[in-house]
């Protein structure tokens, strides 16, 4: 009797495990429909962008999952240091603007530097902003390490650009 416990129970963590997983396996932070990228001066001398659209951002700490589509935009400011490899992927992303691709963006696990232990991941904390609204822009994130991820790329969630989709009609 122990026996079979400990093995239907075996068998329902390794489930439960490798859902959990293929849920977080592709690593991407966003995947969104890009309506506008606007740059708040030219394209070299500027530190904000917003990406207007619809979007699917990471739940909050690093529970894996998307949060449900969300129409408006993401503004960012482009951190020192990390400008061309920042600008490099908004460049990409303006390709997109517009068409009606789903792309994916970022990385979904990001260092916690406010981490005593040392815990050096977390998931990505962006802002969907509603239409018309103004705050303090969010740190413009890691950009992906294959650059964007598009429809047929194995790190490209299906599901998830069938959401945004759906939200889009």
């Known amino acids: 009797?122990?026996?079979t416990f400990f093995w239907v129970i075996t068998i329902l963590l390794l489930w439960l495990t490798s859902k959990t997983v293929i849920a977080k396996g592709t690593g991407v932070g966003v995947y969104a429909l890009i309506d506008q990228i606007a740059l708040d001066q030219d394209d070299r001398l500027t530190t904000t962008v917003r990406i207007?659209?619809?979007f699917m951002i990471p739940e909050w700490m690093s529970s894996g999952e998307y949060k449900t589509p969300q129409r408006g935009y993401l503004y960012f400011r482009i951190?020192?240091?990390n400008e061309q490899s920042a600008r490099n992927e908004l460049n990409q992303l303006k390709a997109f603007a517009g068409t009606g691709q789903v792309v994916g963006f970022a990385l979904y696990w990001v260092p916690n530097p406010n981490d005593p232990?040392?815990?050096p991941h977390h998931s990505l904390e962006v802002r969907?902003?509603?239409s018309g609204g103004t705050a303090e822009p969010?740190?413009?994130p890691i950009p992906y390490p294959k650059g964007i991820v598009t429809a047929?790329?194995?790190n490209f969630d299906v599901a998830i650009a069938a959401k945004l989709q759906k939200t889009s009609n």
Do not use: E, L
């Open 79 to 81: 951190p020192s240091g």
């Open 52 to 54: 207007s659209g619809i």
């Open 138 to 140: 969010d740190v413009y």
């Open 117 to 119: 232990r040392g815990n």
């Open 152 to 154: 047929g790329d194995p």
């Open 128 to 130: 969907v902003r509603a």
């Open 1 to 3: 009797m122990k026996s």
